[in-house]
């Protein structure tokens, strides 16, 4: 059964600082992309930050320079550190991860919801 486990998510006051936490279990086929996405109320779900197997991040162009993404490709973990939060990042954040046999899987966490107080 897969699983992905969220943690991390909380409320904070603008300028402070967060660490999301995904485990992903239970996939048994190669994963090649982990990552963050999130939505906000009355707002289509969007990507944050994504890591390949390989390293490559890529980030959206509201959180470049505060948040970054780290993986850990034996753990089968991904982290989103987010500094400098502002009120618009408040949204629930979803874990992704993405992986391939043959067919491509997407695989999504439950969500953890990350409110910033201005």
């Known amino acids: 059964q897969v699983q992905l486990v969220e943690s991390g998510g909380g409320l904070v006051q603008a300028g402070g600082s967060l660490r999301l936490s995904c485990a992903a279990s239970?996939?048994?086929?190669?994963?090649?992309?982990m990552g963050w996405y999130r939505q906000a109320p009355g707002k289509q779900r969007e990507l944050v930050a994504e890591?390949?197997?390989?390293?490559?991040?890529n980030y959206a162009d509201s959180v470049k320079g505060r948040f970054t993404i780290s993986r850990d490709n034996a753990k089968t973990t991904v982290d989103l550190q987010m500094n400098s939060l502002k009120p618009e990042d408040t949204a629930v954040y979803y874990c992704?991860?993405?992986?391939?046999?043959?067919?491509?899987?997407?695989?999504w966490g439950q969500g953890t919801q990350v409110t910033v107080s201005s």
């Open positions: 239970g996939i048994m086929f190669s994963i090649n992309v």
């Open positions: 992704h991860v993405e992986a391939s046999r043959f067919y491509t899987y997407n695989y």
């Open positions: 890591i390949t197997s390989g390293g490559s991040a």
